[in-house]
C-alpha cells in the first residue's frame, strides 16, 4: 500500500456524521416559571436517535426542560464527536476538544402516536445494531472485543430508554441553523440544506466501539506507530486512532518536534490521514482491510529488518 492522500469530508457531512455516530448531547432551552421566560439557559445532557436527518430525544420526565418548553420552544443541541477511553485525556493535553456540532431551532414534544413511533424507531435501531455486532466474523469480533461496550457503545447506551421504570418525554428538535466546531475552536456555519442532503457514514453508528477497541488494545496501537512509518515515513513513538469513516480514518501520532528546547528535540502529536484501497461501507470491509494493512505492515518491516 502507498502513502495516503487525505480524504475531504465537507462540514455538512462532518455535522451528520457527529450526529449519527453519538447518542447523546447537551440540551439548552430558556428557563421559565409561572410569569413567563426569565431568559437564563437550562443544559442537561440527554440521549437521542437521528431520524430523517433530525434528532429525536429522550427527556426525563421530571427534567426542568419540559416545563421550559411550555413556554418557550426555541432551544439549541450540542453533540461532540464520541471519544471513548483514552481519548479525552490525550485531546486535554494538546489543548484541543472534540469537534462538534451546534444546532439552533425549535424543541416540538410528541403527541402519544408519534412518541410511540419514534420509541419504535429507537426499538428497531438498537436490533439492528445488536445483529450486525451478534453475527460478525472473527476479525470483527477481535477488534471490537478490546472495547468498553459501557461506554463505548451507543445501542449499549440507548437500551436504557427502553427498560427500567423511567419515564420520559419525546421532543423532535427542528434546527433552523448549524455549526460545526472543529478542535481547535473554529467556527463553520454550514447550510441546513446541504445537511439534510448529506448522509451519514455507514460506519458512524460503530465508530466508538471501533476506536475505542482499537486504542485498548496495545498490539493493534503498534500497528498504528507502523502505519505512520511505512505508509508516511513518520517516526511516531506513540499512536491511537481518533476516527473511522468508510474512506478511511485519521490517527493520533506522537512523533518529533523540529522545535528544539534547551538542545533537546521535544515531542508533539500530530493527525495522519490514512485511506482505504476500497471504501467500507460496513463493519465487516473496514475490519478485514485494517488487519490487512497490519499484516503488510508487519511483512515490510520484516523485510526491511532482514535487509539490515
Known sequence: MKGKK??????????????????????????????????????????????????????????????????????????????????????????????????????????????????????????????????????????????????????ESLKKLLEGDEKYVVYKFNFRSSMFIDGNGGAYEVDFEDIKASKADPLAPFSAMLIDGINQNGARRRALILFCFIYLNAHARDAYMLSIDRKGFSVLGKVPSPLLKDGFSQSQWKEFRFTLKEEANDVETFCRQLVEMEEETVKKVSSYSGLQ
Open 6 to 155: 487525505a480524504t475531504v469530508l465537507t462540514f455538512a457531512d462532518k455535522c451528520k456524521n457527529i450526529l449519527a455516530s453519538n447518542w447523546q448531547g447537551h440540551l439548552n432551552t430558556i428557563k421559565a416559571d409561572a410569569k413567563g421566560s426569565k431568559e437564563d439557559i437550562y443544559t442537561s445532557k440527554v440521549k437521542y436517535i437521528l431520524r430523517r436527518g433530525k434528532p429525536y430525544i429522550w427527556v426525563p420526565e421530571k427534567d426542568l426542560h419540559n416545563v421550559n418548553t411550555i413556554i418557550d420552544e426555541r432551544g439549541s443541541f450540542a453533540v461532540s464527536s464520541p471519544i471513548p477511553g483514552p481519548l479525552p485525556s490525550l485531546l486535554g493535553s494538546m489543548k484541543k476538544l472534540p469537534a462538534r456540532v451546534a444546532l439552533t431551532g425549535d424543541v416540538e414534544p410528541l403527541k402519544d402516536g408519534k412518541a410511540q413511533s419514534a420509541t419504535e424507531s429507537l426499538r428497531e435501531v438498537l436490533l439492528s445494531e445488536q445483529k450486525v455486532i451478534s453475527q460478525c466474523s472473527y476479525t470483527v469480533s477481535g477488534v471490537l472485543s478490546s472495547s468498553n461496550l459501557s461506554y463505548a457503545s451507543r445501542s
